[in-house]
């Protein structure tokens, strides 16, 4: 059975040890994805303090973000948008940030429809305030 790790040249380096996705059989298991570009710290979209915490931030940036980089995963390890059939939604703020992210989410994966989890969580190891888990096929 095949269990590769996989990383792309397009998405952002991880901030841990471990890679962007790997192919088991023909499942490919994303890491958590966040907002931040390829080569960048910056997050798009956030303000922080010179403590490094948020002061503010635009959700629909981050989630087009985030969804760019996904896309970007997928594609490089092989599989296609419409492959995507399980997607894990971590946000900070739910209260305030669901309908926004819910209006984004449904131009990216409206005709894909994959399943899909929403929670909220307390913090995410980066300042941002979305992050996504993603199952495809290839």
């Known amino acids: ?3 590769t ?3 792309s040249d397009r998405a952002p380096t991880a901030v841990g040890s471990y890679p962007h996705a790997r192919r088991v059989g023909n499942f490919l298991f994303l890491s958590g994805v966040g907002p931040r ?3 960048s710290n910056k997050i798009p979209g956030v303000t922080l303090n010179e403590n ?3 002061i503010d931030y635009d959700i ?3 989630c087009r973000s985030v969804f760019d980089n996904v896309r970007y995963i997928v594609e490089d390890a092989g599989a296609k948008w419409e492959n995507i059939v399980d997607v894990t939604v971590f ?3 739910i209260d305030k940030d669901f309908s926004i992210y819910n209006k984004v989410y449904a131009e990216y994966f409206g ?3 994959p399943c899909r989890t929403t929670v909220e969580i307390n913090k995410l190891p980066t300042p941002i305030a979305v992050e996504l888990k993603v199952i495809a096929l290839i």
Request: charged share 40%.
């Open 111 to 113: 005709d894909v429809r």
């Open 60 to 62: 629909e940036l981050q």
């Open 52 to 54: 490094g915490d948020i």
């Open 37 to 39: 570009k390829k080569d």
């Open 91 to 93: 946000l900070t703020n």
């Open 1 to 3: 059975m095949i269990n």
């Open 5 to 7: 790790e996989i990383n």
